[in-house]
């Protein structure tokens, strides 16, 4: 709590880079394999499942809790995952203080904006698989530059939830 008392105003407060942010998306996506890989051996242990169909729906919901519950923790205590402190970022309010569970959960809900618009496009449109994961690249593309757009350099689902991320000091 006393590094973010001890951080600069908000208008000084500096996003990072797009560049290091999407490099530490890339970190944080190796880390959460690990975490749903575990959580998936545990669904599929207590509910005997023997074939990848059976309860997909109730694995899918289990694994967006435990991911919700993963960064819903990290982000209100301390501000920040492991990849996050690798790369020097918190995730801050408005006033650069400590975001609580309700704005934090915003922000996880939000934050799936980089994923479902474009992955809902394929059964929607009946997409091929590689029509697919080019509309999925063009729109982290589209949602990446949009930072360019926003006066703090802030991603939307940021903006949205009354969140920043901010470079922390050395």
Not at 144 to 157: C, P, V
Request: charged share 10%; aromatic share 12%; net charge positive.
């Amino acid at each position: 709590m006393s590094a973010v008392a001890a951080s600069p105003s908000v208008s000084s407060a500096r996003a990072p880079a797009l560049r290091r942010r999407l490099t530490c998306l890339v970190y944080e996506g190796v880390l959460l394999f690990g975490v749903v890989f575990i959580a998936a051996y545990l669904f599929s242990t207590l509910t005997q499942q023997r074939n990848g169909l059976t309860h997909h729906l109730w694995l899918m919901g289990w694994l967006g809790v435990v991911v919700g519950v993963y960064f819903v923790w990290f982000w209100t205590h301390g501000g920040q995952t492991l990849p996050m402190k690798t790369w020097r970022f918190r995730i801050v309010d408005a006033t650069l203080a400590p975001i609580g569970v309700p704005r934090a959960i915003a922000r996880y809900v939000l934050s799936w904006l980089w994923w479902l618009p474009p992955l809902a496009a394929h059964p929607l449109l009946g997409l091929s698989v590689p029509a697919t994961l080019a509309v999925l690249i063009g729109w982290i593309a589209l949602w990446s530059a949009a930072t360019l757009l926003d006066t703090d350099r802030q991603f939307l689902h940021d903006r949205l939830a009354g969140t920043r991320i901010v470079s922390v000091p050395k």
